[in-house]
């Protein structure tokens, strides 16, 4: 069973699949290397790091992750096949950059747990093809004072 990296010694690196050329935004022109970018969690795990977006770039961008962490059987790293793509001026938790499963006919590394069904009363940010949405109260899903519709719908 995995294990999260709170209260471990990690760190992630974020690291972009090829160079990138600028093509819109303030700034368009401006060439970005490989560089990796890393970012040590904090102890419960959280972490914030500022990535340059993919969605301005001329060719299809975008980044991967490498996990590395050491604990007592030594160092270790993850590999996953995940596609991270940053649009302009976002922010928030890492799942909503992830594109998992197939978009639009191209690849975008792991498929989608189908297994998984994501509850809340708005439509989710990170909902991927295939995945299902509960359209109910997450704090209350026995509630049926209205705010409970029953209704579920699959990501397409």
């Given amino acids: 069973m995995g294990a999260s990296l709170a209260?471990?010694?990690g760190i992630l690196v974020f690291r972009p699949n090829e160079a990138m050329l600028q093509a819109a935004t303030t700034t368009p022109g401006t060439v970005h290397s490989t560089a990796e970018v890393t970012v040590k969690p904090a102890s419960n795990g959280s972490f914030?790091?500022?990535?340059?977006?993919?969605?301005?770039?001329?060719?299809?961008?975008?980044?991967?992750?490498?996990?590395?962490?050491v604990d007592g059987s030594g160092p270790?790293?993850?590999?996953?096949?995940w596609q991270i793509r940053v649009p302009v001026g976002s922010g928030g938790p890492l799942d909503q950059f992830v594109v998992i499963g197939p978009p639009d006919g191209g690849?975008?590394?792991?498929?989608?747990?189908?297994?998984?069904?994501?509850?809340?009363?708005?439509?989710?940010?990170?909902?991927?093809?295939?995945?299902l949405w509960w359209k109910t109260d997450p704090d209350d899903p026995q509630n049926y004072n209205g705010r409970n519709t029953g209704e579920i719908h699959r990501g397409v």
């Fill in 7 to 9: 209260n471990r010694q």
């Fill in 48 to 69: 914030s790091v500022n990535l340059t977006a993919t969605t301005v770039m001329a060719t299809d961008c975008f980044y991967t992750l490498r996990i590395e962490w």
């Fill in 76 to 81: 270790a790293m993850d590999f996953p096949g």
């Fill in 107 to 131: 690849w975008g590394g792991s498929l989608p747990n189908l297994s998984l069904v994501l509850m809340s009363l708005t439509f989710p940010d990170n909902l991927q093809r295939g995945q």
